[in-house]
């Protein structure tokens, strides 16, 4: 009902509020109206309905027989699709025996072709010249023996038949390829260049050995220790030619007489050589021009001005030098030289025998050449006098013990020949260092010369320019000379050096004055040195630094004391440096003399610009008593500074004085602010 009510229809009926029954009685009129319409319309289309009736009856008969006809199709389709499923089944069947077949065709044609050693091969292996294809005849050859070993455990009657075939073959192969490699490496080989240019094509052939390897490893032995043998001793006679090269072209750095305190001259007279003049005009202390040997340690360095082989050298001795010294060189180029050289044939010949030989040989091949090298390094370094060369010697010692050259052979004994002249070195150096400390003390200050106090002294100059030296090589190379303990190893030549010093200074005339000169420009010229070849802080600069320092200070004071005593006595009696501030001074002890006294200071000042002509007489004499330029600047602002200090400190004391107040009305005050001025004038130390 709930349904009911809902239709459209019957809410809007109740809406529009329609009698039920009057709407009932039109329903059923319409319904009888309908009815009668619609027989009326039967009755005028009768016809039509009996055609179309008629009509229908045909289509159904029609439709029976179509029905009929597809049955019968339809049976006849699924005996065919019967048919081609079997025809596939048995398709398939033929197709996987076809396949089996051929499988097993390709497989037994493979098998044969395996085993079959063919005419030409057999021809070409036993009596075909060694050649690339000999090379690929035999590289086929080997595949036939690997299968034929494989299929050895099969029992197949094939292979069984070719076996002995196989190892005749491979018999006379390896007297072939034995007598061929034997003679390859016996051949036409006399010198380096020779070995190189016969390794290269020879590298081709590496199958060959590797052959003769496998199949009889007695004879590729053989091989190996002949190649050895020949190797070794052409490596032995090229490194002794350029050792024998070293001994004409090494120029002579220094001998026993090079030490610091040696003094000039000493072994000269009038019919020295100028060879030997010119020597001692070398670097013996400085790195100069030596300090390329040890830029670019990666990078290639060949040997100077000489043949290339012992072949050349012949020809070399036919041209007599007339400026020989002019084509010599220092110790450590020829060194680098040669042991740059050893580098590369290492490598090379490392690479070599692992391409040709599969084992690395390199350690064996250069064993001999490390004794001859290792034995002239050792006579060299026992008689050196030359401190910088050891060390570079040490640093390209150690490059070249990490280059990426040497590690391929790394675990032999080849890095160890690098790595064992450490101690050597060392010991050397630590007895040249000795030697110089040695010098020093027992230096008599009366052989060393003329004494000027206005620069540095030649035993300083050699002092500055080693330590410089050796500073520069262990900041750049700092792991290669960590065993020496260099700072360790100077502290007793500084020691000796300032020592020395001193004693030279105690001769001069006005040694209150003259000596603190002395030292200042000596100990300035060691910084100055050491500051401009290495910016490093070490135990050695920081001593002369403190040294200088104090002695600056002094110097300061002696030129106060000279030109203005009197204020500075007086300031030094009632003042002392204010702690506090770390700078200038403060009153400690107020005056109890009389203002006059104060007022004679003001005066003696001022007076007639007293201070101020004192002030240039002070910069004079400071320009001509420092070499460096920038030392006396320095100083000059320090005098300056300190005087300046000391008359403000008089002015405090006047300021806080009752009974010296007073003086601040004298034409004598000078005011600090004025002060200050006028000393802008001479310097921009504030």
Excluded at 123 to 140: E, F, P, T
Excluded at 337 to 346: A, G, Q, V, Y
């Amino acid at each position: 009902m709930a349904v009911f009510f809902e239709h459209p229809m019957i809410k809007t009926a109740f809406a529009e509020g329609v009698d039920v029954k009057v709407h009932r009685q039109n329903i059923y009129n319409q319904l009888i109206t309908s009815e009668q319409d619609t027989l009326e319309l039967y009755r005028t289309e009768k016809e039509n309905i009996i055609k179309l009736y008629r009509h229908l009856d045909t289509c159904d008969s029609v439709l029976n027989g179509l029905d009929g006809c597809l049955s019968s199709f339809e049976q006849s389709l699924s005996e065919r699709i019967s048919e081609i499923h079997e025809m596939q089944r048995e398709a398939k069947l033929k197709l996987v025996r076809m396949q089996n077949h051929q499988k097993i065709s390709e497989e037994l044609s493979a098998f044969l072709n395996d085993v079959y050693l063919p005419e030409n091969l057999t021809r070409a292996i036993a009596r075909g010249k060694i050649n690339q294809s000999y090379v690929q005849y035999l590289d086929a050859f080997s595949a036939k023996i690997t299968f034929i070993e494989t299929m050895s455990a099969n029992d197949v009657l094939a292979v069984k038949e070719q076996k002995q075939v196989v190892k005749d073959l491979i018999t006379r192969a390896c007297e072939k390829i034995h007598k061929w490699l034997l003679s390859k490496m016996t051949s036409k080989i006399k010198s380096v260049p020779s070995l190189k240019k016969r390794q290269g094509p020879l590298q081709k052939y590496s199958s060959l050995f590797h052959f003769l390897l496998k199949h009889n490893p007695k004879n590729a032995e053989e091989v190996v220790n002949k190649y050895v043998e020949i190797v070794t001793k052409i490596y032995g006679i090229h490194f002794r030619h350029y050792l024998d090269q070293i001994g004409k072209m090494c120029l002579e750095i220094a001998d026993k007489n090079d030490t610091i305190a040696e003094p000039e001259h000493k072994n000269w007279g009038f019919f020295t050589p100028k060879v030997l003049q010119m020597k001692k005009k070398t670097p013996v202390y400085s790195l100069a021009q030596r300090q390329a040997t040890i830029s670019n340690l990666d990078q290639p360095f060949p040997f100077p001005n000489t043949p290339s082989s012992p072949d050349a050298a012949a020809n070399a001795q036919k041209s007599k030098e007339t400026h020989e010294d002019e084509h010599k060189h220092p110790f450590e180029v020829l060194f680098r030289s040669i042991h740059w050289m050893l580098l590369e044939l290492i490598h090379a010949e490392h690479n070599f025998c692992k391409n040709f030989f599969t084992v690395d040989y390199t350690e064996r091949l250069f064993s001999r050449t490390l004794n001859i090298l290792s034995t002239y390094l050792g006579t060299y370094i026992e008689s050196s006098y030359d401190a910088i060369g050891l060390l570079i010697i040490q640093c390209v010692m150690y490059t070249y013990q990490h280059s990426s050259l040497i590690s391929s052979v790394e675990g032999t004994e080849i890095p160890n020949y690098f790595k064992s002249r450490t101690p050597e070195i060392q010991k050397r150096f630590s007895f040249l260092i000795q030697q110089h400390k040695e010098s020093a003390l027992s230096a008599d200050p009366d052989d060393l010369g003329e004494i000027n106090f206005c620069g540095g002294h030649y035993v300083t100059r050699r002092y500055a320019e080693l330590l410089a030296s050796i500073l520069v090589l262990h900041k750049e190379f700092p792991e290669a000379l960590k065993p020496f303990s260099i700072e360790k190893e100077m502290k007793p030549l500084r020691v000796a050096v300032s020592g020395l010093l001193g004693k030279l200074g105690d001769l001069l005339s006005d040694q209150k004055q003259e000596k603190v000169l002395f030292l200042i420009n000596n100990y300035d010229v060691i910084l100055s040195v050491s500051s401009e070849r290495c910016k490093s802080n070490t135990q050695d600069t920081q001593h002369f630094e403190s040294l200088l320092v104090g002695l600056t200070d002094k110097y300061v004071n002696l030129q106060l004391q000279k030109h203005f005593n009197g204020i500075i006595q007086f300031v030094k009696k009632h003042a002392v440096p204010d702690g506090a501030a770390g700078e200038g001074l403060q009153i400690s002890v107020q005056p109890t003399c009389e203002p006059r006294v104060i007022e004679d200071l003001l005066r003696g000042f001022a007076e007639n610009d007293y201070w101020k002509n004192r002030i240039e007489d002070i910069n004079k004499e400071i320009m001509k008593s420092f070499h460096n330029f920038e030392t006396g600047t320095m100083i000059f602002q320090k005098v300056l500074s300190s005087l300046f200090e000391h008359y403000s400190c008089l002015l405090d004391i006047i300021g806080s004085n009752t009974q010296f107040r007073k003086l601040r009305d004298s034409k004598f005050y000078i005011p600090k602010t004025e002060l200050t001025y006028m000393m802008r004038s001479f310097t921009s130390f504030l």
